[in-house]
């Protein structure tokens, strides 16, 4: 807490004779570091409070400018220490402004309150006509926001969930706007209505009405030229650059945003990525990417996804207007040029191309490719379990995750293979065993979801589902042996028991977070009944999900031991996990020789083509070896892919060592 004192009249004096004005100078209080001689034309009204001008800043190019006011008119404001406001062309009213702040050539920086700083506004997400509008504060995670846009069923809830927000809303309510330490507000326009955090760089934007810039020292916020922001919540980490415009949207934790893309009723959660092209009423969950001018994003839902360029979607069938939505599962993505009509839902991990007007529902068909052919629907199950693409991208988004503040908003699960998206593949199965029975297993292809299966892909997607099943299976088994390593029968058992009575049943994909629904049931139970009481509790409850995942996998996994494979895991012998293990190891195998085989395509000669300008075939080859590497076997990620399958190998051994050992 600084000690002020009004000032002498030898600093009045010496403040008159530098130009400054005040209606009141008794209203106009300082700290003993404060020294006049740093204040020049400058215009005071109101309370207004000064620190010490200590400092001097180095600008980029050699230049130097001593802290202090030049040129600013400032009407209560608090101002701290070593901090350099100069060219205000208008006026800063109603401030709290921290140490070290450099503002300099803006036009206005006013509250005009009481306000919320965007906490509490709704985006109407999915559905522009309304209906499932997410309120949106500092600390939304994605999971909130899933439950508050989906679970409309739940209306007690929802009421309960946005009366929180409100409450927290109405804590952060103030007629005084703050600006935190150390920011740099620089050659910008307009800015009323919003809290800004310490260590943000705020360049050359022309708008910022009533929003909260939620930057700190560990994950600062950038937000650059030409920016046009109006009702926002922009959290730690984010970048929002180059003549971007948004209106009513939450910008989560490290996202990006630039070269003049436009959002509007949208959310964008942990790492998103936005470039050049348009979303609209979008609930863009964590890892969503677009890149490309010519793409717009509408009334859906994604996460772990990446649009291709062209890529669009449609909302309304000029009937009754904006009002339908469709949802994209994880992972899934869009080819250049694809078209959905919505409503439709595609499954995790799958791949749309062409146009789409069907309104496909492919939730039980995960990893598939949607192609259009002479507007039908051809789908192929479980293919992109064949595809290289699906594990670099599997691999890339744990090490593309910026966030750098110790507190993360969003619970981000990126197993590729889960309970979530295992049990659909079950369910997969049983449809495709389904359709074959139904159409006999010689036809050429098969209708589903107004779409089509043809032969060889039902029975390849089985192949594939099959191979991916052994591969989890396997995969919770050995976790388990290796992390409690048993001596005997009695422990070997005893392990391979639950340790949590959570997990059995549906599993959820709330935006990143793989839960089982009954543990996501009860805490709605609890939000409905008032045991949790505040937004924090909800996302520890979500963080106790998050923690807990590996304990509810293996609960869910023993489940699906007895149901898939008729064994009681937990009274199973030893030959038969070391079966089980044998069976892992292969599925491994396989999977990763047809990732590798996959990955040879891009080494073919027609891969080759526009390499090696103007020459021969020989610096058509040597030309394209030195862009893309020396040889195939060279490549990173084929050796990844080899080096995968010699740890698995060494996996194997070891967990066959362990039940080896196991005694009576």
Not at 533 to 542: A, I, L, P, S, T
Not at 576 to 602: N, Q, T
Request: aromatic letters at 10%.
């Amino acid at each position: 807490m600084k000690n002020y004192r009004n000032l002498t009249s030898e600093e009045i004096q010496l403040l008159q004779s530098q130009a400054c004005f005040a209606g009141d100078w008794s209203k106009i209080y300082v700290t003993d570091a404060f020294d006049a001689r740093h204040v020049h034309s400058t215009r005071f009204s109101g309370v207004v409070k000064l620190g010490g001008f200590n400092r001097t800043f180095e600008l980029a190019g050699g230049m130097t400018k001593h802290s202090g006011l030049y040129h600013a008119t400032l009407h209560n404001v608090e101002i701290g220490d070593d901090c350099c406001i100069e060219n205000v062309k208008n006026y800063i009213a109603n401030y709290r402004i921290g140490d070290g702040c450099f503002i300099e050539n803006v036009d206005i920086i006013l509250t005009d309150g009481p306000t919320s700083f965007g906490n509490g506004v709704e985006a109407s997400v999915m559905n522009e006509t309304g209906g499932r509008e997410v309120m949106f504060y500092d600390r939304l995670s994605a999971q909130q926001a899933y439950v508050m846009a989906l679970y409309r069923h739940r209306g007690k809830a929802i009421e309960n969930l946005r009366k929180m927000i409100r409450e927290y809303a109405d804590s952060v309510t103030s007629d005084t706007g703050t600006i935190g330490d150390n920011v740099t507000i620089a050659d910008a326009g307009y800015i009323k209505n919003v809290r800004i955090g310490s260590y943000a760089k705020i360049e050359g934007y022309s708008r910022l009405k009533n929003g909260s810039i939620n930057s700190n020292s560990t994950a600062p916020v950038h937000i650059g030229v030409g920016v046009i922001g109006d009702d926002f919540v922009i959290c730690s980490g984010s970048s929002v650059d180059d003549s971007v415009t948004f209106s009513r949207c939450f910008i989560g934790q490290c996202v990006k945003l630039g070269h003049g893309y436009s959002a509007s009723d949208s959310l964008f959660f942990s790492n998103c990525q936005g470039e050049n092209g348009e979303a609209c009423a979008i609930f863009a969950g964590p890892f969503t990417v677009t890149h490309h001018k010519s793409t717009l994003l509408i009334a859906g839902m994604f996460s772990f996804m990446n649009a291709g360029s062209g890529s669009n979607q449609s909302n309304h069938m000029y009937k009754l207007g904006p009002i339908h939505q469709g949802i994209m599962e994880r992972g899934a993505k869009t080819a250049s040029d694809s078209y959905i009509l919505w409503p439709a839902r595609i499954g995790a991990f799958s791949l749309v191309m062409g146009r789409h007007t069907n309104h496909q529902d492919t939730s039980n068909l995960p990893f598939s490719y949607l192609i259009e052919d002479q507007n039908t629907t051809y789908i192929m199950p479980g293919i992109n379990l064949h595809s290289v693409g699906t594990i670099r991208d599997a691999q890339k988004w744990p090490r593309r995750d910026a966030r750098k503040d110790p507190e993360q908003l969003d619970c981000i699960n990126y197993n590729l293979l889960s309970p979530y998206t295992i049990r659909k593949m079950i369910r997969g199965c049983g449809i495709l065993r389904e359709l074959k029975a139904i159409s006999g297993p010689y036809s050429d292809a098969y209708a589903y979801q107004s779409g089509k299966i043809r032969r060889s892909s039902l029975e390849k997607g089985l192949d594939l589902y099959g191979l991916a099943i052994d591969k989890f299976m396997g995969n919770s088994l050995i976790s388990r042996l290796q992390r409690f390593e048993p001596k005997n029968l009695e422990e070997l058992h005893s392990i391979l028991r639950p340790t949590s009575p959570i997990g059995l049943g549906k599993w959820l994909d709330l935006s990143g977070l793989l839960a089982p629904k009954t543990e996501v049931s009860r805490l709605l139970d609890d939000v409905e009944s008032g045991a949790v009481k505040d937004v924090e509790m909800v996302n520890e409850r979500f963080r106790e999900m998050f923690d807990n995942y590996y304990d509810y996998e293996w609960t869910w996994a023993v489940e699906q031991f007895r149901d898939w494979y008729g064994v009681d895991i937990t009274e199973a012998s030893p030959e038969y996990l070391m079966s089980m293990v044998r069976r892992w190891r292969e599925s491994v195998v396989k999977l990763d020789e047809i990732l590798i085989e996959d990955a040879h395509k891009e080494f073919s000669l027609s891969m080759m083509t526009s390499f090696g300008a103007d020459g021969d075939a020989e610096s058509l080859k040597a030309d394209f070896e030195n862009v893309r590497g020396s040889s195939f076997e060279n490549n990173a990620f084929v050796r990844s892919l080899r080096e995968h399958i010699e740890k698995k190998t060494a996996l194997e051994k070891a967990a066959l060592q362990i039940l080896e050992n196991i005694t009576e």
